[in-house]
């Protein structure tokens, strides 16, 4: 049995969320409606779990998500389900960045439908684990994409001489431009691989080896 | 009402003392070397160019000729504030439509303001400094002269004699002392014609130099203030729609579908499970469309975490890749942000419909208070505001706010977009959008 504290302003929703988890064989501690209700009941109760919504009254904008990631600094290992109507790469890394990302949930609130799976999750969060909506899995995705294809066309083509062994001369000569901006290319495929000096290592030899790996 | 500073000044018994005779000398002592300088630089044009127009070299320097009253214009109306420091005047022209030389050349030598400053520059250099420097020239010359005569009568007189201002004779120190003296006198008395001339001048520089009157005009103002009333009024209704949306039509659905899933888990023979999936699956169906639809009207990651969280997500969202360069220190006025982000929703939605682009890019930073994005792709570009596309609304909610489109879209590529907006910062929203930890 899971013991929950629920956050959701809307009463339609919050009842059968209760009704849901209920049936389940878990305990609702306590439902609030704000934000500052959740901080409270959270310090009475001492749940096994939280589950919030994101937008909540006052300002109906992030406040549930303010609120949850207050929860976790306060009490590291926190498990949370935050329940989303956003598809939103950022407000899911947030709640990822929290306390080592485990622990904690986000999913978006259409999956309550699927009341097997969302029991489910929030059993899994609640033991410790990371549920991301399988929607913003794919938006983190298609985000983090391959780091190659940042770079534009023109870096691409120095990058792919480069790796054929290429000096910087070489490389301009091959496409017809100068060496200066050969050099300039090189400074963006750097910053935009992420490789930062160093003297351990040599930064055209892991820009070059990033290519031929991908 | 013209150059009321000075005006005023004149009137009052302060004037003497007050900075404004020094300011009106400076300003004639300033005029002569320009304006020299000026006449120079115009006639060297118009020679050069006037010969050269058999080889062609010299169409561009004419150019330049007629062009000559936009530096110099911006330059005199930095220089009228030392003695009209009341009003700084407005840039008289407009934004080009789009960007790129061909078009800036265009608009310039269409407009009035180009021409008028053009006779300025040439009022200028031929007639007003010469009289100025005259009109300098016999102050500094007269009081100057009067009040030096002990030292010349010292020096080049041999202690004898000197003639003042190369008039009289004088014989004697005490004589010359009294004149010295009537010298000091003299210049309160000429620091008042000296004031008037320059208000003169200073009326007749804003004549030629200000910008066109009809933005004093009550109605375009009236025209303006009610369509700012009506933009923020759209907006506000769409925030209000979503957020029914959103409380009413979404949680209900979402109610709804709970329901018929925790149904589902009773109902296991056919053939009511199978009716049952297919109402659950309709709903879910609605709930995504719901989703979209509430996005489409106002995404809530522009108001808690600003345009660069709410770019980032259209460029996520983009089926060509998109590379962000993003520098943007504050939150803006709403108005602001949400016009932007619709005008780079807009942008990106036509690089996926109509470029043909492989790739895109979104630049944006903050550049003497206003905002500056560009969206650029690699693309086949013809595209066009003017041709019932969505930029022209775009270009309409920017320009209610002093905003401007401008489109470089050559055919056969590259398109960019770019967005200017007068940005004031918005201190009362959070300036780091994300929470603390």
């Known amino acids: 049995m899971v013991r929950i504290v629920l956050a959701e302003d809307s009463v339609l929703l919050r009842e059968g969320l209760v009704g849901l988890v209920e049936r389940f064989g878990h305990q609702v501690l306590a439902t609030v409606g704000t934000a500052d209700e959740l901080t409270a009941a959270v310090a009475e ?116 001489l480069m790796a054929e062994g290429r000096s910087n001369a070489s490389v301009a000569a091959a496409l017809h431009i100068s060496e200066g901006t050969v050099s300039k290319h090189f400074g963006s495929i750097l910053t935009k691989l992420d490789l930062t000096l160093s003297d351990a290592t040599n930064r055209r030899v892991l820009a070059v080896l990033t290519y031929l790996r991908a | 009402m013209h150059t009321p500073g000075l005006w005023q000044a004149l009137h009052e018994r302060r004037y003497l003392r007050s900075g404004w005779p020094w300011r009106c000398a400076l300003y004639f002592l300033t005029s002569a070397p320009l304006g020299a300088a000026l006449l120079v630089c115009l006639l060297v044009l118009a020679l050069a160019g006037s010969l050269l127009t058999v080889v062609l070299v010299g169409v561009p320097l004419l150019l330049m000729l007629v062009l000559a009253g936009l530096p110099v214009a911006r330059l005199e109306r930095r220089r009228l504030r030392l003695i009209d420091p009341a009003v700084p005047m407005a840039d008289a022209h407009r934004d080009p439509p789009r960007t790129g030389p061909a078009a800036w050349l265009r608009t310039r030598l269409q407009e009035r303001s180009t021409w008028r400053e053009l006779g300025y520059a040439l009022l200028f250099a031929c007639l007003l400094w010469p009289l100025e420097a005259v009109i300098i020239g016999t102050v500094i010359g007269v009081s100057g002269g009067l009040v030096s005569t002990p030292l010349v009568m010292a020096t080049a007189g041999g202690g004898e004699e000197v003639r003042v201002i190369k008039l009289w004779l004088v014989h004697s120190y005490p004589a010359a002392f009294a004149v010295a003296l009537a010298g000091l006198l003299l210049l309160p008395l000429l620091a008042y014609p000296l004031g008037l001339l320059a208000a003169g001048r200073a009326r007749l520089t804003r004549l030629l130099l200000d910008a066109p009157p009809e933005q004093d005009d009550v109605r375009v103002r009236e025209l303006s203030r009610s369509r700012m009333r009506l933009v923020t009024a759209f907006e506000a209704e769409r925030r209000r729609i979503e957020r029914d949306l959103h409380d009413g039509a979404q949680q209900r659905l979402v109610a709804l579908s709970m329901h018929l899933g925790l149904a589902r888990l009773d109902a296991r023979e056919e053939p009511l499970a199978g009716l049952l999936a297919q109402a659950h699956g309709e709903a879910q169906a609605a709930l995504v469309e719901l989703r979209e639809l509430i996005r489409g009207i106002h995404p809530q990651v522009l108001t808690d975490r600003g345009l660069a969280a709410a770019v980032e997500d259209i460029a996520d969202r983009s089926p060509v890749p998109v590379d962000l360069d993003l520098d943007l220190p504050h939150r803006f006025l709403e108005a602001v942000e949400s016009a932007v982000y619709f005008a780079v929703c807009e942008a990106l939605a036509n690089v996926a419909k109509h470029s043909r682009a492989t790739r895109a890019a979104v630049e944006a930073r903050v550049d003497g208070g206003r905002l500056d994005v560009r969206v650029r792709d690699n693309g086949v570009g013809g595209a066009d505001k003017a041709e019932g596309t969505g930029l022209e609304g775009v270009a309409d909610r920017l320009s209610v706010l002093g905003g401007r489109l401008l489109v470089s879209s050559p055919s056969g590529g590259p398109t960019v977009l770019r967005v200017l907006v007068p940005c004031p910062p918005a201190p009362d929203r959070r300036l780091d959008a994300r929470p603390v930890r």
């Open chain 1, 45 to 160: 109760h001492d749940p096994d779990i939280v589950v919030t919504d994101v937008r909540m009254p006052p300002g109906f904008s992030d406040e549930g998500l303010r609120a949850a990631l207050r929860l976790r600094e306060k009490n590291p290992g926190l498990p949370v389900l935050v329940l989303s109507q956003y598809v939103q790469r950022a407000y899911a890394e947030e709640l990822l960045d929290s306390s080592n990302g485990t622990h904690v949930g986000y999913l978006l609130k259409e999956r309550v439908g699927h009341v097997e799976e969302f029991v489910d999750a929030l059993q899994r969060v609640a033991a410790g684990a990371t549920v991301v909506d399988p929607e913003v899995v794919r938006q983190l995705l298609r985000h983090r994409r391959d780091p190659l294809a940042t770079l534009s066309p023109r870096e691409q083509e120095v990058l792919a």
